[in-house]
DNA sequence: CGGGATCCCTTGCGATACTG
DNA sequence: CAGTATCGCAAGGGATCCCG
């Protein structure tokens, strides 16, 4: 019902916000990609960028040249999620300092 | 720097969200946690709880009666992160079909 | 350049059993 | 009631090599 689960699997990836966040920027080619979000594996960046695409996230345009030119876009889906993401990082933002004494505090109880 | 790895690191695990999410009525008892975020099982729901008190988005409070009393609370931090992880449910429900259909054309295009 | 295929190790997580 | 301990499988993901 509240498929928020399914979100999580779909975005919760180890990846896969940092290759949204290395597209929004327009088109990116695949090792611009690479480079970008490292250090990615180069068979977890084709991975994910599979999902994303799968999932509406991503357009992948070949360019049939030679050398092959392959790039990725988000869609507009894709730049209204990073919106919900944005509060997401702002709270990361905000309270990065919070959680790592939170940390500190718990590991030094349990120590 | 960016710190958004670590975000997805602490709220992506499979079930943070939905305790979270049960939390947020105010505090709640470990038994009542399991069921709400059911099918969750035991071990996992301790050390997801362990988790987010350790960074400081849950508190803990033992009541030393018998039967012993466990009761976990939201920190005003997490309620914060709620509000954000709100419009993350708000894209999810929006586009969960465009989603589905998307997988579906992906999905018949590679069969 | 942009991948796919294979190998293998690590981690997450469920099942089960035991304890204060 | 609210955990902890141990086992074991399966998925995630890195390293490496190969290909159009």
Redesign the interface.
Known sequence: M???????D?V?S?WS??IL?AAAGGPIRFGELERAVAPISRRMLTLTLRNL????LLVRTAYPTVPPRVEYSLTP?AF??Q???A??????????A??A???L???GRTA
């Open positions: 509240c498929s928020f689960e399914d979100l999580v779909r919760g180890k916000v940092g966040l695409e799968r999932d509406g889906m209204e999620l919106a919900a993401l509060a997401l990082a702002s709270w990361a933002r905000r309270h990065q919070d959680v004494a939170a940390r505090r718990y590991d």
